[in-house]
């Protein structure tokens, strides 16, 4: 059981945020624009100057090296970062073969050029060129921001299915109530300086 957990975190106004995500699980994070919630995920994914402690079944992120952490805990930001020119650059060989039909691509999305990509056919990309690293957390920007209705709550089953299966601790940012009310095992809204559970969202 590999289970994320925040003890005091501080960064930016945010102060003393302690939580728990099991792992298989899901929690969600809302809260006004600018509230603090994706500098909160850059801390938990060591990309972020912050104080407190942050550690991954037991073993804390101020004793393993960043790049080690960063493959145990992956984050998929709201805005996804394409570094190569064609799609498969980014996955490893097998990836092609293994593309999940909930992602709505063809096996030939491999040869593609990114930048052909429509800003929702990166995000789903983006999401599974994170499991694809095979991460024990996966910390979520709005995974699902650039999605139609359709598309959104089927990528939301996919997700779901893949984080329970693997049992990955996710720590996952949301702002539709809707969306939090289907995919939420915990939610915590940040209110001020700090978070506070939300409940009935399970």
Excluded at 66 to 74: E, T, Y
Excluded at 104 to 111: C, K, L
Excluded at 177 to 187: F, K, L
Aim: charged fraction near 20%; aromatic fraction near 6%.
């Amino acid at each position: 059981m590999t289970e994320l957990s925040l003890e005091n975190v501080s960064v930016g106004a945010l102060r003393e945020v302690s939580l728990v995500v099991p792992a298989g699980q899901v929690v969600c994070l809302s809260g006004p624009s600018g509230s603090g919630k994706s500098r909160l995920l850059r801390a938990v994914a060591d990309l972020e100057p912050h104080g407190g402690g942050i550690s991954l079944g037991g073993t804390s992120q101020q004793d393993t090296p960043a790049h080690q952490w960063r493959s145990r805990v992956v984050m998929v930001p709201a805005d996804s970062q394409w570094w190569f020119d064609e799609v498969g650059g980014h996955f490893p060989a097998e990836a092609g073969s293994r593309l999940p039909t909930a992602l709505g691509f063809p096996s030939e999305v491999m040869g593609w050029s990114v930048s052909r990509l429509s800003s929702g056919e990166r995000q789903r990309l983006a999401l599974w060129r994170a499991l694809a690293l095979q991460p024990e957390a996966l910390l979520l920007d709005e995974p699902t921001a650039n999605l139609d209705g359709g598309s959104t709550e089927a990528i939301e089953i996919w997700l779901l299915e893949e984080i329970r299966r693997r049992r990955i601790a996710t720590l996952w940012v949301a702002h539709d109530p809707g969306q939090i009310h289907r995919v939420a095992d915990a939610h915590y809204r940040i209110h001020g300086t700090g978070l506070e559970p939300v409940h009935g969202s399970d």
